[in-house]
Each structure stands twice: as C-alpha cells, then as structure tokens.
C-alpha cells in the first residue's frame, strides 16, 4: 500500500537555527497538507497545495515558516528562525482531489524539539 | 467550518461496543463528517466517513441522525489495539479542509 513520506522522523535544533522538513505524498495524489501537532492536541492545518500552488495558508505564520511544493509532488516546510513554541510534530497529508469526500492520508510525522 | 464537540476521554473493556458521539451543532448542508484515528507518535488515519443516516465498514460504523447535528462513531468488540485517539471532524465538499479539536482518547482495558 502506497504511503506518505516524510523526512526525518526526529530533529532537534537549537532556538534562532533553521529547520526543514520533507514530504513525498502518495504518487498522483494532487492535494498535500502540512498539519502541526503540538502534544495533546488535534493536529491543525498550516498549508494545503493543490498541485504547486497555496490553495490555503492562512495558519502558517509567514514571518518564519515557509512551504513550497514546486514541481506539484513533493513538498519542503521550513522555520526560520525556529522558536521554543515551534516544538511539535509536523505532519504531512495527500489526497486526490481537495474535495471533503477525499481521504486524507497521513505520513509518519516528524518530530521537531527546539532547545 | 463546524466546530466539533466530543468527550475527552472514555474507558472501556475488551470485547465491549464503545459508542462516541460528537456535536457538530453548525454543519453546513455540503459538509461531511469523517472519523479519524491516531496513535501515539503516528499519523491520523482515516476511519470512516459519512453525509447523513448509517455508513458501516468493515472496522466502524457511523450513525447521523436527520438533522445531522451530531454523529456516533460506533466499534464493535474493542481489543487492546483499539486505545488511540478518535477524532470527529467536519470537512467541507468544497476545499477538503479539515479541522481537528482535541479528541477522544479511548483506553480499552482487558
């Protein structure tokens, strides 16, 4: 059975250093989602892609994360400069199409610690 | 989107039928309402899903009533293997954008 990819599982950095995160969704899906999860929480949305473009950022704080899908397949998330807050885990979900009806499938995680 | 309401923690026992019920008080006429379970240091996966009346697969199954203001995520026979966090989720047909709260974190017992 196909699966989200994300890399790397486990990163830990230091507060004003610069991290990013991988993910490779599930072949065809055109529709890929980056979620935070801070422990003890429902995850919540940061970015959706439809194929390469932003179709919905409104919870990704611009000031310091980025996300670029530029080829409409695989994605990067990046923090720059990370903060102690930004702990959590990072998720990334695919599905076909962005219609409500679609199954979201979720990779792995990585699990990001700032000290 | 909804806002979903659901209890934060239920127990059960292995063999048992555990029933969750969620509130999505505001659901639009075009939402659908989607279950979700996690494991610990694991995705989300998807559970089920339905618009209105019962939808049964072959792990849950998922009761909305007419007015569609809540819903009841049913499991039959709960094993160990069943502990996890469920989450009810309203999503719209239109983007496909998906708000999760906090879950409900079932601990079976044996």
């Known amino acids: 059975e196909a699966e989200v990819a994300q890399s790397p599982r486990y990163k830990i950095t230091e507060k004003s250093q610069a991290v990013a995160f991988w993910c490779d969704p599930i072949?065809?899906?055109?529709?890929l989602y980056w979620y935070r999860q801070i422990l003890g929480q429902g995850p919540e949305l940061l970015v959706q892609?439809?194929?390469?473009?932003?179709?919905?950022d409104s919870q990704l704080p611009k000031d310091r994360f980025s996300a670029e899908r530029l080829k409409g397949v695989d994605s990067t998330l990046k923090i720059q400069p990370a903060e102690l807050g930004d702990s959590a885990m990072y998720l990334c979900a695919s599905s076909p199409l962005a219609l409500g009806t679609d199954t979201q499938y979720f990779g792995p995680g990585t699990r990001l610690t700032v000290l | 989107l909804a806002k979903t309401t659901q209890p934060i923690s239920m127990d059960s026992y292995e063999g048992q039928e555990v029933n969750i019920t969620c509130s999505h008080n505001?659901?639009?006429?075009?939402?659908?309402i989607t279950w979700y379970q996690q494991f610990p240091s694991q995705g989300p996966r998807f559970i089920i899903q339905?618009?209105?009346t019962k939808v049964t697969n072959e792990v849950a199954s998922l009761f909305i009533p007419a007015d569609r203001k809540s819903s009841t995520l049913s499991l039959p026979r709960v094993s160990l293997s069943d502990t996890a966090v469920y989450y009810c989720?309203?999503?719209?047909?239109?983007?496909?954008?998906?708000?999760f709260g906090q879950g409900t974190t079932l601990q079976v017992k044996p």
């Open positions: 892609f439809q194929d390469e473009s932003v179709v919905d």
């Open positions: 072949s065809g899906h055109a529709t």
């Open positions: 339905g618009y209105k």
């Open positions: 989720l309203v999503g719209s047909s239109n983007t496909g954008k998906l708000i």
């Open positions: 505001n659901i639009a006429t075009n939402d659908y």
